[in-house]
């Protein structure tokens, strides 16, 4: 298999492309398409400062590692879910990559604050893992961009983690999420932060040959908590979808972002009020966090910490 581009040989076939790339040729072909999503939805300007959310994974190392590249010079932020051996391995990936970039690197613990992993604290708040720690990590993520003032949230969702949860969407037509999924969610009244993802149209297969082309250093291994998710079933049926007929996963995206422009037109954007505890916006009296962490009745005090790798 040779490189359409330079007859070398080549490192990836692109079947949705109907191409083959030889290394070089793939890693421009990435960052080029990261460029263009950059550009056609108006993720970022220069000067912009940007937070880019990391779990030690091919996703969120690569995106950092492309936004650095762009000359962006992102911070991290690192979310320390307590979950055993798992959260430290990742951890351990996130500071040699912040050193080896030269970044400053945020990392809040959920022990930390409240003595208890995601685990424990959905068992008390009788909530799945998954749900209570996405409130959690949305809430901190926003939080935390806006304290440091880093007004642009970047996170690493791939093609492939937006088609499933689409899919997701319509099987069980939740139109109340529906139609809140889009490349770019803009700033709410200094409240909340611009929120971006940038690989929002590069599948998961592309990013993790991008991340082992450029040698990046990330974590193989998965949240054991996502061993079972239904987003894993709905990846691997949109997979064999995509083996039969390549470009579907694409094609299901685009059309859904296309609608989007249209269903979004006179609708109310943003939360309607602030949470008299925390003061960020919020849809009723307190936001979801500040519920729960209510109904956890245990005192916290919210801290983390820096790591400082540019000087
Ligand atoms: S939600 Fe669930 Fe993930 Fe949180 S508990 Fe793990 S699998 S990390 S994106
Ligand atoms: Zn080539
Ligand atoms: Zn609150």
């Not at 969610?185 to 690989?199: R, T």
């Not at 990330?218 to 998710?229: F, H, K, L, M, R």
Request: net charge positive; with cysteine; charged share 30%.
């Amino acid at each position: 298999m040779k490189c359409k581009l330079c007859n070398n040989k080549a490192a990836i076939n692109l079947r949705a492309y109907n191409t083959s790339l030889c290394k070089a040729h793939f890693l421009s072909f990435v960052e080029k398409r990261v460029t263009e999503t950059i550009r056609k939805y108006k993720l970022l300007n220069k000067g912009d400062s940007v937070l880019v959310a990391v779990s030690g994974g091919k996703d969120s190392l690569s995106l950092w590692h492309i936004l650095t590249k762009f000359g962006y010079a992102p911070e991290g932020l690192y979310i320390d879910l307590g979950i055993n051996g798992y959260s430290d391995r990742s951890l351990k990936k996130v500071l040699s990559f912040a050193k080896e970039v030269k970044a400053r690197l945020w990392v809040v613990s959920l022990k930390e604050i409240f003595g208890l992993g995601i685990k424990e604290l959905a068992r008390v708040l009788k909530r799945p893992y998954c749900s209570a720690c996405g409130t959690f990590k949305r809430y901190l993520m926003n939080r935390i961009s806006m304290e440091r003032n880093l007004r642009v949230l970047a996170t690493g969702h791939n093609l492939d983690d937006e088609v499933s949860s689409l899919l997701g969407n319509l099987l069980y037509w939740k139109e109340e999420y529906l139609w809140k999924k889009n490349v770019v969610l803009e700033e709410y009244e200094g409240h909340l932060a611009k929120k971006i993802k940038p690989f929002f149209l590069i599948s998961e297969r592309e990013i993790a040959a991008y991340a082992f082309l450029s040698g990046i250093d990330y974590i193989y291994e998965e949240c054991p908590y996502s061993v079972g998710a239904k987003t894993l079933l709905y990846k691997e049926i949109l997979s064999r979808i995509e083996d039969q007929s390549p470009g579907t996963k694409l094609m299901f995206l685009k059309g859904y972002l296309k609608r989007l422009k249209a269903e979004k037109e006179g609708r109310e954007q943003g939360p309607v009020s602030y949470c008299t505890i925390c003061n960020y916006p919020s849809w009723g009296q307190k936001c979801v966090f500040c519920s729960l962490t209510e109904r956890l009745d245990i005192p916290y005090k919210f801290e983390y910490k820096e790591y400082d790798f540019s000087k």
